[in-house]
């Protein structure tokens, strides 16, 4: 019996990545889909290892130092004088470069470890440090246009998600009626482009209610 | 559409998997009263489908899925008043979870070692890093079908484990 779905779709759900309409249609799917659902545990097996123990499988690789682009192969040895003339080109363009460019927007940030960047860190704008009560809204910076935001909230664990294009949510009364005076939270942005690749994400920015909810 | 007693028997042999993988997706592969929640859930529906409550007007299997939703979101709720400090949800299947789970476990990656370059190379990246298709085909400098292509062939390999 054959999975009708698209292995992509599989993966995507494995990974996170359906928006919330999407994940739905798909578990009500997978309910009413045997071979589907074969498939979706038997993948999930197969992910569940590699998730568990990748730096173990992949310890002895140096996948994550490879660059991005293939360049293309390395001309073979040329005299000193045409050296000297290559190198006098590349300092005219990085002085180019460096005067031109537009002003970075944030650091680079990794996934896992220290070996996948991955692009541009969003700017969290509020709330941060110690708030008197418990925040109505979360805000951070823009970035480019059809941007879909995943904004989750955490304590010991995620306690809040929502997916948004704006770049400011509100947060749910039920949720705030749940946060404690006195303790620490910490929440985070991560951007989607509109294939729903992964393109930006913050680090969990703490921040702690200092008064009555 | 009242429901017999004889098909309970057949319903849960049948629906008990997907929904303990529905609520392990949910709650986290850690929680260790995912059990009782997949339980309730088959009560509730053979209790649903002896009542007349199921009208039909769904499938059978979207029907479960709302009654299991609702169920988790439940659990969820009744969680959050009374633990402070839970763990964190893992989203994928344990692999120490149980000892048949171990055993497998210790296979896959077995299997997942002795793949050619090619094949760990884009499970590495895509399911690892995470890479998307089209960065991982940037990085190894292939086609994004390549890299569904070596995704599927890898798979197939890997799951001919799982399902024997």
């Avoid at chain 1, 660059?67 to 005219?92: C, E, Q």
């Amino acid at each position: 019996m054959r999975s009708c779905c698209n292995s992509a779709r599989i993966d995507e759900y494995l990974l996170d990545r359906l928006s919330p309409e999407d994940k739905t249609a798909f578990e009500e799917h997978y309910f009413n889909c045997q071979a589907c659902f074969q498939e979706l545990k038997a993948r999930a097996e197969v992910v569940g290892v590699i998730k568990s123990r990748g730096r173990e499988l992949f310890q002895d690789r140096d996948l994550a130092g490879r660059p991005v682009v293939a360049r293309p192969k390395k001309p073979a040895l040329k005299p000193v004088a045409l050296w000297t003339a290559a190198a006098g080109i590349v300092a005219v363009v990085a002085v180019v470069f460096l005067v031109t460019r537009p002003p970075r927007t944030g650091p680079v940030f990794t996934l896992s470890g220290d070996d996948t960047v991955r692009g541009q860190a969003i700017g969290l704008t509020a709330p941060r440090g110690d708030v008197a009560a418990p925040p109505a809204y979360l805000e951070w910076s823009p970035l480019a246009e059809g941007t879909e935001y995943v904004v989750s909230l955490f304590d010991e664990q995620r306690l809040w998600s929502e997916t948004t294009r704006e770049c400011r949510v509100r947060l749910p009364e039920e949720i705030r009626r749940q946060m404690a005076p006195g303790r620490t939270y910490a929440w985070q942005v991560k951007a989607f482009s509109a294939q729903g690749a992964l393109t930006a994400m913050s680090s969990r920015l703490p921040f702690r209610i200092t008064g009555p909810n | 559409m009242a429901h017999k007693n004889t098909d309970d028997d057949e319903l849960v042999a049948q629906y008990r998997q997907v929904i303990g993988f529905r609520v392990r997706k949910a709650l986290g592969w850690n929680v260790t009263e995912w059990e009782d929640v997949v339980n309730e859930v088959l009560t509730q529906v053979l209790q649903k489908l002896r009542s007349g409550e199921f009208r039909g007007e769904s499938s059978l299997g979207t029907f479960i899925y709302t009654v299991t939703s609702r169920r988790i979101v439940d659990f969820i709720r009744q969680k959050s008043r009374v633990l402070k400090h839970r763990p964190e949800p893992t989203p994928l299947p344990d692999p120490q979870a149980s000892v048949e789970h171990k055993e497998m476990a210790e296979q896959l990656a077995g299997l997942i070692q002795n793949l050619k370059p090619k094949y760990r190379d884009v499970l590495e990246l895509f399911y690892f890093r995470e890479l998307s298709r089209e960065e991982v085909a940037r990085r190894l400098d292939i086609t994004p079908a390549k890299v569904s292509e070596r995704l599927h062939y890898a798979l197939k390999l890997l799951k001919k484990k799982i399902i024997k």
